[in-house]
């Protein structure tokens, strides 16, 4: 392997590793893919890094099981003057148009949270693909330095249901 490849290796696992320990899901769902269509990574770097995202992403959905309410697209204003979706320096009241302000704050939060858990549920469904099939053509992978500690951290409910169903 090139020392070129031995660097781009060592930059993506260490930028997995760093996303993980902060549980930034958005950065792993940005990285996932850089790792899954890398030909070059040996598959002990793409199982090390695809158990640290699902590690996440399983803790993530554990404590979150229920999707987060939805956004609205465009909110309304809270007296009916004014339509959905205008901006708030146009609203004359300024009552009006502080509590308009506070609406479009939670309606962000919210629409953060949806697209939080809708990432994170589909970053563990891509990553569970991988993670399976390797899994369930080599189990010898398991054993290797660095891999059985991540592959122990995830739940036994989780590591049952990798082993068990077919690709």
Do not use: H
Request: charged share 30%.
């Amino acid at each position: 392997m090139s020392s070129l490849s031995l660097a781009v290796e060592r930059d993506l696992e260490s930028e997995v590793a760093a996303a993980a320990s902060q549980d930034n899901i958005t950065a792993l769902s940005e990285t996932y893919p850089r790792i899954n269509g890398n030909k070059t990574l040996t598959i002990e770097v793409k199982l090390r890094s695809c158990l640290r995202i699902l590690d996440v992403t399983v803790r993530y959905l554990t404590a979150n099981p229920n999707r987060p309410k939805d956004a609205f697209m465009n909110v309304a204003p809270p007296d009916g003057r004014y339509r959905p979706g205008i901006a708030p320096e146009d609203i004359d009241d300024p009552v009006i148009r502080a509590k308009y302000v506070d609406m479009l704050k939670e309606n962000n939060i919210a629409r953060d949270k949806s697209n939080r858990w809708v990432r994170a549920g589909n970053l563990k469904s891509s990553v569970e693909r991988y993670v399976r099939a390797v899994v369930t053509n080599d189990p010898t992978l398991l054993d290797k330095d660095g891999i059985k500690d991540l592959w122990l951290k995830l739940p036994e409910e989780t590591r049952k249901e990798l082993q068990t169903r077919k690709p």
